[in-house]
């Protein structure tokens, strides 16, 4: 199975952007998946999840992010709004069979994608 990440790229503060993440596998709804994100010198950290019939995000982002999963594409997005500087990082999708928005939140996911590249100019 391989989860691919795409649809970084650069922006200005207050811009929108959305990344994608398709998953290759016959069994793609039983999955929970996850945003992750690391910024320079920092270390990797949560941003959102989806599984079950729920969603999670990071305070950070509340309001702004939006997860959300496309079965019949085996495809997760994050739509990203209001995006501000201190959320420029490298993204990472992930995933975990049977796993809820919150274990997705607060377990080491099984599965990781290649990361995309997110700039927020000021």
């Known amino acids: 199975v391989q989860l691919q990440a795409s649809g970084g790229g650069l922006v200005q503060a207050g811009g929108s952007l959305r990344l994608s993440c398709a998953f290759s596998?016959?069994?793609?709804?039983?999955?929970?998946f996850g945003w992750f994100r690391q910024a320079p010198g920092q270390e990797r950290e949560f941003v959102a999840a989806a599984g079950g019939s729920s969603t999670s995000y990071v305070d950070s982002v509340k309001g702004r992010f939006t997860i959300s999963r496309d079965n019949a594409r085996n495809a997760v997005y994050l739509q990203m709004n209001s995006l501000k500087p201190e959320d420029t990082a490298v993204y990472y999708c992930?995933?975990?069979?049977?796993?809820?928005?919150?274990?997705?939140?607060?377990?080491?996911?099984?599965?990781w994608g290649q990361g995309t590249l997110v700039t927020v100019s000021s």
């Open positions: 596998t016959r069994t793609f709804s039983k999955y929970g």
């Open positions: 992930a995933a975990s069979a049977w796993a809820t928005a919150q274990e997705m939140g607060v377990n080491p996911p099984a599965l």
